[in-house]
Nanobody
Framework: EVQLVESGGGLVQTGGSLKLSCAAS????????IGWFRQAPGKEREGVSC????????YYADSVKGRFTISSDNAKNTVFLQMNSLKPEDTAVYLC??????????WGQGTQVTVSS
């Protein structure tokens, strides 16, 4: 069974940083694309970043380019999202996700990130 467990969310001021972690289990970590989505109240779920297992290419949403960085520790089956220069509009539930052809076949429960102005 694929399991994705996020941690690291919290409350931070505008301009601050947070690092989210996602511990993955139940599958060969390198076999799936893995990344992050977010969902703010009243808004559609948005893809934040996704790393391809095939070629290592990484997608970032335009809204986070230059501020967020995805990385992974394959030995620990963990993916991270380093978020810098946070803005109030980054406030959302952040969900770790993995998939075979994209990044959205399997989902974690999410971790709340709140950026105060």
């Amino acid at each position: 069974e694929v399991q994705l467990v996020e941690s690291g969310g919290g409350l931070v001021q505008t301009g601050g940083s947070l690092k989210l972690s996602c511990a993955a289990s139940g599958f060969t970590f390198e076999a799936l694309n893995i990344g992050w989505f977010r969902q703010a109240p009243g808004k559609e779920r948005e893809g934040v970043s996704c790393t391809s297992s095939t070629d290592g290419n990484t997608y970032y949403a335009d809204s986070v380019k230059g501020r967020f960085t995805i990385s992974s520790d394959n030995a620990k089956n963990t993916v991270f999202l380093q978020m810098n220069s946070l803005k109030p509009e980054d406030t959302a539930v952040y969900l770790c996700a993995a998939g075979w052809h994209s990044c959205d076949d399997y989902w974690g429960q999410g971790t709340q990130v709140t950026v105060s102005s």
